[in-house]
């Protein structure tokens, strides 16, 4: 199947602090990308719908000044936690598809983020 | 809005046994149907996609069906083996290009 890299896998920072989590699909063009959280034991919730070249679509509920989201090309999205806060603390993951209408979609390994 | 649901939440079978993981959705409009799988602390893996006009997908020891009519879709695991132990996710897709909706999952351990 195709491949979507995510890094870092795991972070740990300061409250206060930004931080940038990259999603990559490494054999196929994606046009969009999705971003998904996850708490422990729980389901995965989308947060937003990454466009390459234009805004991402958030989900309701999902702050936009906190969770910016830049796709600046067909391989790379990037999710950034801004003024991260122990609230933040969750598991990440973007996926993204081969084909949008088609296609099966892939996700990547995730990144753990834990917020002193 | 989908909403989708998975039972059991939790199973522990014996190794060698087959069984059967239940996905419901309350919105028989649904386009893609796919069954992932997520180790702890791991992302997801795609297992099998069943696509609009389709009606079940084989991979292995793994049969996923989906039958819109009823809002149902099950997978199958055959022979079952503790290297199956994991937490399976199934998602519907209700729009083409439109985002997965995930259910609860089910955690799933094989005993040796």
């Known amino acids: 199947g195709a491949v979507v890299s995510q890094h870092p896998s795991r972070v740990i920072c300061k409250s206060g602090t930004s931080v940038k989590i990259e999603c990559r699909s490494l054999d196929f063009q994606a046009t969009t990308m999705f971003w998904y959280r996850q708490f422990p034991k729980q389901s995965l919730m989308l947060m937003a719908t990454?466009?390459?070249?234009?805004?991402?679509?958030?989900e309701q509920g999902v702050e936009k000044d906190k969770f910016l989201i830049n796709h600046a090309s067909l391989t790379l999205s990037t999710l950034t936690v801004t003024s991260a806060h122990p609230e933040d603390s969750s598991f990440y993951i973007c996926?993204?598809?081969?084909?949008?209408?088609?296609?099966?979609?892939?996700f990547g390994e995730g990144s753990r983020l834990t917020v002193l | 809005k989908q909403e989708v649901t998975q039972i059991p939440a939790a199973l522990s079978v014996p190794e060698g046994e087959n069984l059967v993981l239940n996905c419901s959705f309350t919105?028989?409009?649904?386009?893609?149907l796919q069954w992932f799988r997520q180790d702890p602390g791991k992302g997801l893996t795609s297992l099998l996609l069943?696509?609009?006009?389709?009606r079940e997908q084989t991979s292995g020891r793994l049969n996923a069906s989906l039958d819109k009519s009823s809002g149902r879709s099950t997978l199958y695991i055959a022979a079952s083996q503790p290297g199956d132990s994991a937490t399976y996710l199934c998602?519907?897709?209700?729009?083409?290009?439109?985002?997965?909706?995930f259910g609860g999952g089910t955690r799933l351990m094989v005993k040796p």
């Open positions: 069943i696509q609009s006009s389709q």
């Open positions: 996926s993204a598809k081969t084909n949008l209408n088609t296609g099966e979609l892939f």
């Open positions: 990454s466009n390459e070249g234009s805004k991402a679509t958030y």
């Open positions: 998602a519907g897709e209700g729009n083409a290009g439109n985002m997965l909706t």
């Open positions: 919105d028989s409009a649904i386009y893609n």
